[in-house]
Nanobody, 120 residues
Framework: HVQLVESGGGSVQAGESLTLACATV????????MAWFRQVSGREREGVAA???????TYADSVKGLFTISRDDTKNTLTLQMTSLKPEDSGMYYC???????????????WGQGTQVTVS
């Protein structure tokens, strides 16, 4: 059983920072690969960052050095710290979980409802 609930979205100015959080309920034996995706209306959902159960992370080239993904399984929380935001970072951000090799091509099976980020 997996439940994911995102929070922390909002409207910011270009260059500012924002931190997203995902409250997780993961009632499984193996800790899943977890990730953040984003989607702009009319475009395909794209992977932003993923992190495995041991804390190893991978990022989309567009956010390397700017975004940081982290997880605290003791607090059931996944976080995405975003800095130097640009208008092109705007979109609906989704928290997701899946199993298998952990990267942005993982078969993610569970998704939250999303939180909107708008950068102007």
């Amino acid at each position: 059983h997996v439940q994911l609930v995102e929070s922390g979205g909002g409207s910011v100015q270009a260059g500012e920072s924002l931190t997203l959080a995902c409250a997780t309920v993961v009632e499984t034996i193996r800790r899943p690969c977890m990730a953040w995706f984003r989607q702009v209306s009319g475009r395909e959902r794209e992977g932003v960052a993923a992190i495995d159960g041991d804390g190893r992370s991978t990022y989309a080239d567009s956010v390397k050095g700017l975004f940081t993904i982290s997880r605290d399984d003791t607090k059931n929380t996944l976080t995405l710290q975003m800095t130097s935001l640009k208008p092109e970072d705007s979109g609906m951000y989704y928290c997701t979980a899946g199993w298998g090799y952990c990267d942005l091509q993982t078969d993610f099976q569970y998704w939250g409802q999303g939180t909107q980020v708008t950068v102007s």
